[in-house]
């Protein structure tokens, strides 16, 4: 179904974190835009579509009055609003947020850190964008906090901090299915496994807490109102949104699972785990039961590869691409 396309080669090796790739389409330039964390630095590449032409830029973790910033970043992740795209990098010291090219930082948010030493770390994971205009960060704390982006320009307030998690989130996702019928249209995830369900507006709403099992859920997404969640124990739930029900469970991998993404337009679901699988799924509506159907479609073995990171390059699944811990590059696959 899938067959390996030439890899593109990165400035560093990937870092062991959950969802650690990023993929930008820029349709207008027939250009895509990959990045992948490397302890303190963003190893960014513009790969054009014909395979001719690869640019590269690194971006390092910043942090106010120094210099060279060795704050350890965690998660580098593209977020598209209607009006503008913008690249935003977490990090132990705060939230930077870049235009799409990475050519320019238009905001800067500082996490609070204690005065005095603890045992809790403090850093800044989870991204999305929602809505017309947010996008929303979550932090050690199990906080989520919502910036309000304007169309352009650098003025971007913090607008709201959301109280749902009581563990560190891990990952964050919008309805991206395009649907104006969802009645939540985002989704947050904790170390502890537990699933928060919001609505977005000018006050967000909590609509549904779905427990968690105390194993991690280390990726999660929303298609259709149903909540697709990867866990520590390599299984993948699927949960209709709203009401908690769980409409199947899936062995899907025989270690942790690092990384999630669904292709919107065709239903289709990639997994990525540290058992070196990547695995490609098909989820499907039923309308008669509105129950959620899962079929597995194909395989792909990066062999002796811890995998930490893998997205859909286009919205119908016609490619994919891959990272893995200490790799040098990213590797591609296309649709035979």
Known sequence: MYHKEKSIQIKNSASALYNNLGVLRIAPRSLTYFTVVHANVVNMVSASWDGLNYSHRQLQSKEPNVATSTSLIMQAAFCALP????????????????????????????????????????????????????????????????????????????????????????DIASECSGSQDCIADLISADDGGNLCVWKSGEEFQRFNNIPGFDISCTSVKLWKGTAVAGYGTGQIRLYEAVTGILHAEVNAHARWIYSLDIAPFSGLLLSAAEDSLVRVWHLSIKPESLSVEVAHLHNECVTDTQICGAKFCDGDGHAFAVTGYDLSEIIRYTQS
């Open 83 to 170: 009006s503008r795209d913008l690249l935003v990098v977490t990090s132990q010291k705060g939230i930077q947020m870049y235009e799409s090219d990475g050519s320019t930082m238009v905001y800067w948010h500082a996490l609070d850190t204690p005065d005095t030493p603890t045992d809790q770390a403090v850093f800044a994971r989870g991204i999305s964008a929602v809505g017309k205009s947010y996008i929303c960060v979550g932090d050690s704390s199990g906080s989520i906090l919502v910036f309000d982006v304007p169309s352009k320009g650098s003025n971007i307030t913090l607008s709201d901090v959301l109280k749902g998690h009581k563990k560190s989130i891990t």
